[in-house]
């Protein structure tokens, strides 16, 4: 007949977010190292040549880390004041970095001094890049200029006087030399061309620029200022595409995912965003303890390093996926593909008699005492599995079925100090989780009923109830809190919705703002 | 308003067949139960059912087999008669008018030719005092026989068949009603009381529920209202008795039954488990558990090799001596009322309503039998009394059955109510529904109406409760997350804080129409904006209905004050009402029409209308006694064309319902019932052979397979008779000699002719024949089929080559043509007779 129906243990829905495929991705990471720098990082670049050393520039040095490495492989600290933007040439070969004391210098990935010295702005040079061609230097100073430099004279090239305030960020093509884009704290991003010498778009953001990235098609442009980051068409002359506010401080930084399908964002108030560059919706964040300064993505997304206000550099490592640890660890022996189908393609003969086997279906243990009605054996295995795993919806499950079945008060009757001890443990722990509350108020209320009698004979049990009993008033206290705030809710719902002709049923009932909060609960089996 | 006699209301299924015990036959093929108003006869091995033996008028209250005769069975019934029947031809054989209510029969061995029945104490008319009678039947010829002699045996006993019982192969009757167990000695005519002590100041009731006799030895087992059941023993005399009492059940024993050999003793309550206790060793027993339903009757057969148990649920179940299941007959489930709205599965095109507690059931409405039943709550069920269960309490398909919700509630005396929404996704692979989400507590009260949106493009369902809201539920598509497709709440609507009672979508889902007590609010699906709102005269909505079709602009609504409302939603405006307490409006999915079924002075009326003009299009009169609760509109399988005005709207759907008695009616016109009547004589088999799907694809292949073979080997017996039996060898014998050509000529003719039909006899058996031959040959078979005809047909024409005969050469196609004229008939000699003169 028809076999035992096991306990249906409910399913809670996870509150927070739901997993997508980008949680997946980008939780897939180890937990984060961290390296404490002298001063705020400024600049973080990866160099494009494996096996992907990066620069962080911070105070007045740049540190070269390897990969996994968490000491510097080289340090350059030739700097008279905090140096800025320390960027790797497309060959990995040159790196660059702009200063302070106005001076920019060049230097050999493997020497120590300073290859050349571009000197001719006049305040700090914030900004200090390689042209796509490897051969020019854009650099951006607070002087309100942008210069190119020729590496091999070391000469100016061009000095571009369009700006009128700080110019904090700056970016070279990487499809045509003569190309770069620069952000200004005159709230205006202006588009270079060095062949005819001077801005060919100009676009305004708004706000104090910070930072600006190229799309690798380089038909789009992203700017980051204030808490806007803005995406901007340049084949339709700089026509703002999207306005995207998702920080509540200034971003500082941007950086895109190794395919480019998704845009990072870092910012003052702790935050890295990912977004979907198709949609432009965040499809993760990541929080920080500081301020963010500086982020960078190794390629392939192989770590996400992050510099802070406070000095601390903050690199995390995507975790080995399973089949590249499979090649790197003793494959398993597992038994022959044979033993598993042995006998599973045989056809029975005409003559066979065929014997079918039960098939046994395994009952949990607190299942198999409910099959045979010993209500109490189940309830304490129930107990005995929340103390071993930690899940009380197992129990509260069981709580419950006892209670369906009408047979409750007879599981939590007839107890001794130490069984009640751990009953009232289990309540204590979760009667007033809002999941379970229904149930086990139910189940409490009965072991009060029936043990108020033997109050005041076990120490343990009665300091147990004290705590069940503050446990409850607060809680009571929480609820009362509560209800007021949604009945001030109400009251300002009400003055602020425009009146109609017809109400509007979804905010107009005296407790529409509850719905959301005490929504229906939701699972899927 | 006229009433159409074409149109019938007709019983179609779901009584109950577990009324009554039901009879296992000496051979262990057939079982044989009392259902409704007639006795049904299934295969105990396919659980289909052979017979349905119908001759009563009124409830079936008994069914025993003829212990003179294995192969028939005795029948009683409340209409005062009891039938006799040869059960394995499905034929009445006799029919004994005893004219009072017979609330059971009984028989034994011992007594052949009298049945023991129980009826009502004839001198106390109003009094419901029973007894227990012996009727002695008249060995008569006739069909109906009137019997009168009625000798009382017992009286005042139970009306529970169970509680009467024959001992020892009939030398006594044992019968036990309250704390009272009477037994009656034939062969001494006496009768002997035991009591038993009321228990009922300990708090237990400790009454007789049933008893059973050992089949061999002086033992009668009871069962008893608390549990117990006791052996009694000795019970010969008044005073030294003894009992033994044995303990399981921890509710009433319902039923007591000895295997034939007396070794096992069987008993069954509201656990539903089956117990079988070992004779004289009590402390063993054996159990089978979880049987679904509250056995009430258990029943063994002649040879001990099958038991079955009746249960509650309106279940048969065939259990093998060893314990273990191995068919189940099951029907329509109707324990307490039908909570969920009748509904027809898209998909399998079954009736669906609730069945055992927590599940759901499909019945199919052509066969008269429960398909499956899906379990809505999954929760192991409880057999205990007063106990709270889950119960389905609603449901919904969407058009094309791919998605179900389901709606289980429990009242608990104490706390709140608890109530799932479930939701269930068709699985192709499975062919059943798979539950896809559960919402726990949808809504903070009762829910009182459910439907999906008919639209296609998207899948939403809006429940309404008595909380005063109503939600939209959508199904959300995850495809960026790991979860598969859920539903959720996407909308909360109400107006102001009125209850909502009724929903209804417009047949292409623009339209949705709420009914909050008095108010109609018509909102729009896509966006949720509250369109308009029709008002109500007094009183509370009950039913509301969008036409459909050609009267897709009407809406029609009927309140709990006899109104019955149709607005035009152009116009906004009431186009026509009338006063009618209409108790259920049904539209019909595939027409215009609506049914409104109106209850009036006790019984109800069915008005058939299209929305566009208040005139019925079809009404009849009290077609069922109390209120009509449920009622579908069930589509067909196969189109009626019947022009008939008042039969029209019969053409695409049926319309089933549901009476006050959980009787499944519908109406059928006469064409329908002709075609019934001849589609049930077709299948009409051979009871030899038990009756499954296969044999009614297989067995009558074969059967036309035989005939045909017949047919072919019955023309050449008739072939070979001709020659004796014709009238031209009759006249050519009879014909003066003178007259006749000569002998030589005829005669070489003629036994040429004898020569060519045995060689074309022989040609038919076989087949090595030469091609040309047997060409001929299947031609001439096929004449064959109208000897008489071709005989009169060559009279006429035969002269021509008759007269070339005479010729000694004859060119090859003649020859042909003359054999195959010789090979017809020998007439060609009365024609040359008749030419002759």
């Keep these: 007949m028809a076999s035992f129906k096991p306990t249906k243990i409910q399913i809670y829905p996870k509150l927070g977010e739901k997993v997508t495929q980008d949680t997946l991705y980008w939780r897939n990471y180890k937990a984060p190292v961290q390296i404490k720098e002298f001063g705020a990082v400024r600049s973080i670049d990866f160099s494009p040549i494996a096996p992907h050393n990066y620069a962080v520039t911070a105070s007045t040095r740049i540190h070269i880390y390897g990969p996994f490495s968490q000491e510097p492989v080289k340090t350059f600290t030739r700097f008279k004041d905090t140096a800025y933007s320390g960027r790797f040439r497309s060959d990995g070969q040159l790196l660059v970095a702009g200063c302070e004391d106005s001076v920019v210098r060049l230097f050999d990935v493997s020497g120590k001094v300073a290859l050349r010295m571009f000197k001719g702005h006049t305040k700090g ?62 709230h205006t991003l202006k588009l270079f061309d060095a062949r005819v010498q001077k801005s060919v778009m100009t676009m305004d953001h708004n706000q104090p620029v910070e930072c600006v990235l190229f799309y690798p098609s380089e038909g789009l442009l992203v700017s980051a200022g204030g808490r806007y980051v803005k995406v901007w068409d340049l084949l339709k002359r700089g026509q703002p595409l999207v306005s995207l506010k998702n920080h509540h401080k200034t971003v500082t930084s941007l950086c895109l995912s190794g395919n480019g399908q998704r845009l990072l964002s870092a910012s003052l108030d702790r935050h890295v965003k990912v977004y979907n560059t198709t949609n432009y919706k965040v499809v993760h964040n990541f929080d920080y303890t500081a301020s963010i300064l500086s982020l960078a993505l190794a390629p392939e997304d192989e770590s996400v390093v992050v510099g802070m206000t406070n000095g601390i550099l903050s690199i995390k490592h995507r975790k080995i996926s399973e089949e590249k640890q499979e090649a790197i660890g003793q494959p398993r022996r597992r038994p022959v593909f044979r033993v598993f189908v042995k006998g599973r393609n045989n056809i029975p003969k005409q ?158 009932g005296p407790n529409g703002l509850a719905e959301g909060h005490s929504g229906p609960q939701m699972k899927v089996s | 308003m006229v009433e159409h006699a074409a149109i019938r209301v007709v019983y179609r299924g779901g009584s ?198 050992h089949p061999k030895e002086d033992c009668i087992a009871s069962g008893h209202a608390d549990g117990k059941i006791r052996l009694w023993r000795n019970f010969n005399q008044k005073k030294e008795y003894t009992y033994t009492t044995m303990h399981w059940h921890h509710n009433s024993v319902n039923t007591l039954r000895f295997t ?230 996407d909308f909360v609507g109400g107006y102001h804080l009125l209850k909502p009672g009724c929903l209804c979508f417009s047949a292409d889902g623009s339209l949705l129409a709420l009914g909050f007590q008095e108010v109609v609010t018509v909102w729009s699906p896509t966006s949720w904006e509250l369109l308009t709102t029709l008002s109500q005269p007094p009183g509370a909505l009950r039913d509301l209905c969008f036409g459909r079709l050609s009267c897709s602009k009407y809406l029609l609504g009927t309140s709990t004050q006899n109104q019955l409302c149709c607005w035009n939603l152009l116009t906004c405006s009431l186009e026509w009402n009338t006063p009618m307490d209409v108790s259920l409006l049904q539209a019909d999915p595939l027409s215009e029409n609506m049914a409104a079924f109106c209850s009036q002075s006790g019984s109800t009326d069915l008005f058939v209308f299209k929305p566009s003009e208040p005139r019925p299009l079809y009404s009849k009169k009290a077609i069922c006694t109390g209120k009509v609760e449920r009622a579908i509109f069930a589509p067909r399988d196969q189109m009626l064309e019947s022009s008939d005005e008042h039969s029209q709207w019969l053409n695409r759907s049926q319309l089933y319902f549901l009476t006050q008695h959980m009787d499944l009616m519908t109406f059928s016109t006469k064409t329908e019932e002709d075609r019934l009547l001849a589609s049930s004589k077709q299948l009409m088999v051979d009871d030899s052979v038990a009756v499954t799907p296969f044999y009614l694809l297989l067995g009558k292949h074969k059967q036309e397979q035989q005939e045909k073979q017949e047919v072919l080997n019955n023309p050449l017996a008739e072939r070979t008779q001709l020659p004796q039996g014709s009238i031209a060898i009759k006249e050519l014998l009879e014909t003066p000699a003178h007259v006749l050509p000569s002998a030589s000529f005829l005669c070489s003719m003629f036994v040429r002719s004898l020569l060519m039909s045995n060689s074309s006899t022989r040609g038919e058996g076989e087949p090595a024949e030469d091609e040309m031959e047997s060409e001929s040959e299947e031609v001439d078979s096929d004449e064959e089929a109208d000897p008489v005809h071709q005989r009169q047909d060559l009279c006429g024409s035969a002269p021509g080559p008759v007269e070339d005969v005479g010729a000694p050469a004859l060119s090859k196609a003649q020859e042909r043509e003359l054999r195959r004229v010789r090979k017809f008939d020998h007439s060609w000699l009365s024609s040359l007779v008749d030419c002759k003169p």
Aim: with cysteine; charged share 20%.
């Design chain 1, 351 to 508: 003559e066979d008699f065929l014997v079918s086997k039960p098939v046994m279906s395994h009952l949990a243990k607190y299942d198999k005492q409910l099959k045979r009605f010993n209500v109490s054996k189940a309830l304490d295995t129930a107990l005995e599995s929340w103390k071993k795993h930690r899940k009380p919806e197992i129990t509260v499950a069981v709580i419950k079925e006892l209670d369906r079945r009408g047979t409750l008060k007879n599981a939590l009757a007839g107890r001794d100090e130490q069984n009640l001890s751990q009953l009232l443990n289990f309540l204590i722990g979760n009667v007033v989780d809002p999941r379970f509350a229904s149930v086990l108020v139910n189940a409490t209320e009965m072991i009060l009923d029936i043990y108020h009698a033997v109050v005041g004979q076990s120490s343990v049990v009665d300091r147990q109830l004290v705590r069940l009993q503050e446990l409850v008033e607060r809680e009571i206290d929480y609820q009362q809190d509560l209800l007021e705030v949604l009945g001030m809710l109400d009251t300002l719902f009400a003055s602020i919705l425009p009146r109609k002709g017809l109400p509007c049923p979804s905010n107009s």
């Design chain 2, 16 to 213: 109950k067949i577990n009324f009554r015990e039901p009879v296992i036959t000496n051979d262990s093929r057939f079982l044989l139960c009392g259902s409704g108003e007639s006795v049904k006869v299934y295969s105990t091995s396919t659980e289909e059912c052979v017979h349905d033996l119908k001759g009563h008028t009124d409830l079936v209250t008994g069914v025993v087999l003829n212990p003179s005769n294995h192969l028939q069975a005795y029948s009683c019934s409340a209409d005062g008669t009891v039938r006799l029947w040869d059960f394995t031809d499905g034929i009445l054989i006799k029919t004994f008018i005893i004219g009072y209510h017979i609330y059971s029969i009984h028989v034994s061995e011992k007594h052949l030719g009298v049945l023991f029945l129980v009826v009502p104490m004839a001198n106390e008319k109003g009094s419901d005092l029973l007894q227990l009678v012996a009727v002695h039947l008249p060995r008569t010829g006739d069909q109906v026989v009137e019997t009168s002699e009625l000798s009382a045996v017992l009286c005042d006993v139970s009306p529970n068949p169970s509680a009467v019982s024959f001992g020892t192969g009939g030398e006594y009757i044992a019968a036990a009603k309250g704390l009272q167990l009477e037994v009656f000695f034939f062969k001494k005519q006496k009768s002997y009381r035991f009591f038993l002590k009321s228990g009922m100041n300990k708090g237990v009731n400790n009454s007789f529920t049933c008893i059973s006799c």
């Design chain 2, 260 to 489: 034939p050999e007396g070794t096992n003793l069987l008993s069954g309550g509201i656990e539903s488990v089956l117990v079988q206790w070992r004779y004289t060793q009590e402390n063993q027993k054996d159990f089978l558990p979880r049987l679904g339903a509250a056995i009430t009757h258990i029943a063994v057969s002649p040879d001990g090799s099958l038991f079955c148990t009746s249960h509650a649920d309106n279940k048969i179940t065939i259990i093998q001596s060893s314990i273990k299941v191995s068919a189940i007959i099951q029907g329509l489930v109707e324990d307490d009322g039908v909570q969920t709205d009748l509904m027809i599965d898209p998909r399998s095109k079954a009736l669906v309503l609730n069945g055992k507690p927590g599940h759901l059931q499909f019945y199919s409405l052509h066969r008269d039998k429960q398909l499956y039943n899906l379990d809505i709550v999954q929760q192991e069920y409880i057999h205990e009394q007063g106990l709270d269960q889950f119960q389905v309490v609603k449901a919904a398909f969407d058009t094309h059955g791919d998605w179900l919700a389901t709606v289980e509630e429990r009242r608990q005396n104490r706390s709140e109510l608890e109530i799932n929404l479930k939701f269930w996704a068709y699985d192709e692979q499975t062919q059943s529904f798979v539950l896809n989400t559960t919402v726990t507590t949808p809504h903070e009260d009762r829910i009182t109406a459910m439907c999906f949106s008919p639209s296609p493009e998207t899948t939403l369902l809006v429940t309404t409760s008595l909380d005063g809201h109503f939600k939209a539920w959508l199904l959300a598509d995850h495809s960026d997350t790991q979860e598969s497709a859920s539903w959720s709440c």
């Design chain 1, 125 to 186: 040079v914030h900004v200090a890049d390689f042209t796509s061609d490897s051969y020019h230097i854009l650099t951006c100073s607070d002087d309100y200029t942008s210069c190119l430099w020729d590496i091999p004279n070391s000469t100016e090239l061009t000095k571009y006087k369009e700006h009128t305030d700080y110019i904090r960020c700056g970016a070279t093509s990487k499809l045509n030399k003569d190309l770069f884009v620069t952000g200004s704290y005159d």
